[in-house]
């Protein structure tokens, strides 16, 4: 069950400069961040600093860029900075901002992952959240085709098509990690069509873009003489959309995204399906099952009270299922006429579940035991028969040491069947 740790910023930075799109003035900082609490916007310009937060059920358009809006509340262009905070691998963090849109720079990520650099990455103790591409699938959208297979990190292979002497038809195939993305993805330039500037502007897009915050291709040429970072800059640069655009998983990717002609609103829609078959695989599949179960506990039949574990946060919460048959012995002799399963054990199949949740916290779980030292406010709400299933959510409420205090609450349909609070501590077994 143990996973990577999230990572916030250690230190504030700043950040000034003109949107690309909007072509306002905007002042930007970079600030630490709880566990949790993802990657947010902050517009510290209109009334109660409202807060939008960088997922992809809150994207408002993908016109020549990602839009993200809550409410009034709306934030463009968010790609390019989203995608140097996956290239640094953070995932908690909230950027201030006093405009509509991030600065614009040279129109790469690289001033956004310099910014983060001089900030500094600090290890946070919670795990990441991680979406594992376990699964081969594919997704197309409008002209884009997109294919997701497993993988043994995270991995972007890119193809672009233009009708263009510097782009024709180019391929290329990255690493997403803080050891690659500052030197391979960040410094792509985005990119435009001189003839399509015009009809932009008309739009009212790119009232910021010059020929300093785009790479301006004429008909076979680049505008204003410009060298380019690479010869296959572009595909580098859809690449680097690509990566900016699924950060709005609001977790952390494991598996290879293969792309064809891919845009932003392919980008989103693929987004979009990632969360969808991460949420469905999270409620199909147990974290562990009764095999790694019996691993854990030192229980057995027929005191052995938990089937498995469907949610796990470390050193937060666990979910765990206990499935009630009439084949339990306790029915033999508890109300044989009317069976009801005892209250005390209803409470200790409670307690083994949040004995998992400690024991995975500890080194060598195998050779430590959870011992109860108390139960504070214990309910019992509704009696559990035969063919129930009891879902029992663990909450940490306070750990020192080897010590907690949890919080337990068991429901069958929704309903709840029992509560109590819980103080346990782990010792050498």
């Known amino acids: 069950?143990?996973?990577?740790?999230?990572?916030?910023?250690?230190?504030?930075?700043?950040?000034?400069?003109?949107?690309l799109h909007t072509g306002g003035g905007i002042r930007l900082r970079l600030l630490p961040a709880p566990v949790n609490t993802g990657i947010v916007f902050r517009r510290v310009d209109l009334?109660?600093?409202?807060?939008?937060?960088?997922?992809?059920?809150?994207?408002?358009?993908?016109?020549?860029g990602t839009v993200l809006g809550v409410g009034e509340a709306k934030v463009h262009t968010v790609e390019h900075l989203l995608s140097a905070v996956v290239g640094h691998g953070i995932d908690n963090l909230v950027v201030e901002m006093d405009g509509a849109e991030p600065p614009a720079g040279d129109g790469s990520a690289k001033p956004f992952f310099e910014a983060l650099a001089r900030c500094g990455v600090q290890e946070q103790d919670a795990p990441a959240r991680v979406i594992v591409v376990s699964?081969?699938?594919?997704?197309?959208?409008?002209?884009?085709?997109y294919v997701v297979a497993p993988a043994d990190s995270y991995r972007v292979s890119t193809t672009i098509d233009?009708?263009?002497?510097?782009?024709?038809?180019?391929?290329?195939?990255?690493?997403?990690?803080?050891?690659?993305?500052?030197?391979?993805?960040?410094p792509a330039r985005t990119f435009c069509f001189e003839h399509e500037v015009e009809a932009m502007r008309e739009r009212g897009l790119a009232q910021g873009g010059t020929l300093d915050t785009a790479v301006v291709l004429t008909a076979d040429g680049i505008a204003g003489g410009a060298e380019l970072r690479f010869a296959d800059e572009f595909v580098r640069h859809k690449t680097l959309d690509?990566?900016?655009?699924?950060?709005?998983?609001?977790?952390?990717?494991?598996?290879?995204?293969?792309a064809e002609r891919p845009g932003h609103q392919g980008n989103v829609a693929l987004a979009k399906e990632l969360v969808a078959r991460a949420e469905k695989k999270a409620l199909s599949r147990p974290i562990l099952n009764i095999e790694q179960i019996l691993q854990y506990l030192?229980?057995?039949?027929?005191?052995?009270?938990?089937?498995?574990?469907?949610?796990?946060?470390?050193?937060?919460?666990?979910?765990?299922i206990k499935n009630v048959t009439i084949n339990e012995?306790?029915?033999?002799?508890?109300?044989?006429?009317?069976?009801?399963?005892?209250?005390?054990?209803i409470i200790?199949?409670?307690?083994?579940?949040?004995?998992?949740?400690?024991?995975?916290?500890?080194?060598?779980?195998?050779?430590?035991?959870?011992?109860?030292?108390?139960?504070?406010?214990?309910?019992?709400?509704?009696?559990?028969?035969?063919?129930?299933?009891?879902?029992?959510?663990?909450?940490?409420?306070?750990?020192?040491?080897?010590?907690?205090?949890?919080?337990?609450?068991?429901?069958?349909?929704?309903?709840?069947?029992?509560?109590?609070?819980?103080?346990?501590?782990?010792?050498?077994?």
């Not at 690509?242 to 293969?258: E, M, P, Y």
């Open 162 to 186: 233009f009708d263009h002497p510097l782009v024709g038809r180019q391929f290329g195939s990255f690493r997403v990690s803080a050891d690659a993305y500052g030197d391979e993805l960040a």
């Open 298 to 320: 030192p229980h057995r039949y027929p005191f052995l009270l938990v089937d498995r574990v469907v949610e796990y946060e470390e050193r937060k919460r666990i979910v765990g």
């Open 47 to 64: 009334d109660g600093a409202p807060e939008v937060p960088a997922h992809v059920s809150h994207v408002v358009s993908t016109d020549r």
């Open 329 to 345: 012995p306790f029915f033999v002799g508890h109300f044989p006429g009317r069976p009801i399963m005892p209250g005390v054990l």
């Open 242 to 258: 690509i990566v900016g655009d699924l950060a709005l998983v609001g977790a952390r990717i494991h598996g290879h995204v293969v």
């Open 1 to 19: 069950m143990t996973t990577p740790r999230q990572n916030t910023i250690a230190q504030a930075g700043e950040m000034e400069g003109v949107g």
């Open 135 to 145: 699964e081969s699938f594919s997704l197309t959208k409008g002209q884009a085709d």
């Open 348 to 429: 200790e199949a409670m307690a083994q579940v949040g004995g998992l949740l400690m024991l995975d916290a500890i080194d060598n779980p195998e050779d430590k035991v959870v011992y109860f030292m108390s139960l504070d406010n214990v309910k019992w709400r509704r009696p559990v028969t035969p063919g129930d299933q009891i879902r029992f959510e663990i909450e940490v409420l306070q750990i020192r040491g080897t010590t907690c205090r949890m919080k337990g609450v068991g429901t069958v349909d929704g309903h709840v069947v029992a509560e109590a609070e819980m103080m346990a501590r782990v010792v050498i077994g």
